[in-house]
């Protein structure tokens, strides 16, 4: 028998492009994309996802400046986090840098040391509340 096909924590809608770097990838560099992107290997560098969602999975270790619409972290991120919309850190999340988004989200039992940036109106960096933390929770 096979094993239970794994399931999507962050579903996209109908029709909606999705990629997927497995967890035996293992990349470094620059990273672009036109649609949602979902990371259970490792990668070190930047991404750029403007307009859409990065997920990092449970298995997922990324090293990187990263740029999106919304941000999903489950496994571990070591970098800055710029979202224009939300960022998730989950229970099983790790997370060492500063986030700027619209929203923040830290399910207990996350980890979390930087700073924490809310964007006002989109406007960016120029109107941001800053509130400097470090956070560690425990189930």
């Not at 859409?52 to 400046?65: I, Y």
């Not at 060492?96 to 940036?117: N, Q």
């Amino acid at each position: 028998m096979s094993e239970p096909t794994p399931r999507s924590t962050n579903a996209s809608p109908a029709g909606h492009q999705r990629t997927f770097l497995g967890r035996s990838v293992v990349a470094q560099g620059q990273l672009s994309s036109g649609e949602d992107l979902l990371i259970e290997g490792q990668f070190d560098g930047t991404i750029n996802l403007e307009d859409h969602c990065l997920t990092v999975g449970t298995e997922g270790r990324v090293k990187a400046e990263v740029r999106a619409r919304q941000v999903v972290i489950q496994g571990s991120v070591t970098g800055n986090v710029v979202a224009r919309e939300k960022i998730e850190i989950r229970r099983t999340g790790h997370v060492v840098g500063d986030l700027v988004a619209g929203t923040v989200a830290i399910e207990e039992g996350a980890y979390f040391k930087g700073s924490i940036d809310i964007a006002r109106d989109g406007a960016g960096a120029g109107s941001e509340v800053s509130a400097p933390s470090t956070l560690k929770t425990n189930a």
